[in-house]
């Protein structure tokens, strides 16, 4: 199985630390840009632009690909939406000049649009009956309303920043985007590809979440289970020789401050709290 992955950008590094988390170590291969092996011999990385990776997937020079929701739909490629990774969240504005007189989807009629998107605008003005310009522009998309090359534009925001430096206000929600696992539909029922999405999604599971191990008197232990705000209930295991029983449980990271007090008010000790690289649930 081929894996396409960003080969550089501020998705490369958290793609790679999500594949070194779920077990699929590459081969001294992130320096190459091209290819890596992993520990897996049937498991290839592939390194390519993230607007490729859709191309690269829909043409079979790999199974699967992990790029943002925005890549694909641009490049209008049918593609299965295996897993949501959650993480380069941003949004595909549609944005006007501040000053300017439109204020809402139905003013950009006639008007001339800018964007490094123009499949999803088009799209998305055609699915509202709009009749706009789309111009493809490949850069600084933010400035073509102030030098009179559009009326508006869409362009992707992530925290707005740099929208309101420009004079810029969001007119409307074009797209919310975050980082995916894609794949072709003729793929996705293969084993290897079932078991990276269960891999990945353990690791996803076991984002902020702790393992809590304590030791507690036998007589004390439906308070240590009141006490404990667990994803299901603990698990209770005696301990040879005495009335003392080991408790292990999987808590939510917030309430790992608070729940550790009140073990050791309830007569819990030898308490431990350890990250969890993976849970599979």
């Known amino acids: 199985m081929r894996i396409a992955v960003p080969n550089k950008g501020r998705l490369h590094e958290p793609t790679i630390d999500l594949l070194e988390r779920a077990g699929l170590h590459l081969d001294n291969g992130a320096e190459r840009k091209l290819y890596a092996g992993t520990v897996d011999p049937d498991v290839t990385v592939l390194f390519a632009r993230a607007a490729d ?3 690269y997937v829909r043409d079979g020079a790999a199974e699967v690909g992990i790029t943002g929701l925005d890549q694909v739909r641009e490049s209008g490629h049918e593609l299965e939406d295996l897993l949501d990774l959650e993480y380069g969240k941003c949004r595909l504005v549609l944005a006007a000049p ?7 989807v139905e003013d950009v009629a006639g008007k001339v649009v ?8 088009r799209t998305y003005f055609d699915e509202r009956g709009i009749d706009a310009e789309v111009v493809e522009v490949t850069g600084a998309t933010e400035l073509t309303p102030h030098v009179e090359m559009a009326d508006a534009i869409i362009d992707i925001t992530s925290t707005g920043t740099t929208l309101r430096v420009n004079r810029l206000a969001v007119v409307d929600d074009v797209l919310s985007s975050s980082v995916r696992l894609f794949a072709r539909p003729d793929v996705v029922d293969d084993p290897k590809v079932q078991q990276l999405v269960m891999a990945l999604e353990s690791v996803r599971s076991a984002e902020g979440k702790r393992y809590l191990m304590m030791n507690a008197p036998r007589e004390k232990l439906d308070e240590v289970r009141e006490v404990i705000p667990g994803l299901g209930g603990p698990t209770v295991m005696d301990v040879a020789g005495n009335d003392t029983v080991a408790v292990h449980a999987v808590v939510n990271e917030r309430d790992v401050f608070e729940v550790v007090s009140d073990l050791k008010n309830v007569g819990a000790s030898g308490i431990l709290v350890t990250e969890i690289e993976r849970l599979v649930e």
């Open 114 to 121: 800018a964007t490094e998107f123009p499949h999803i605008a």
């Open 98 to 104: 501040e000053d300017g007189d439109i204020h809402s």
């Open 53 to 55: 990776i859709p191309e």
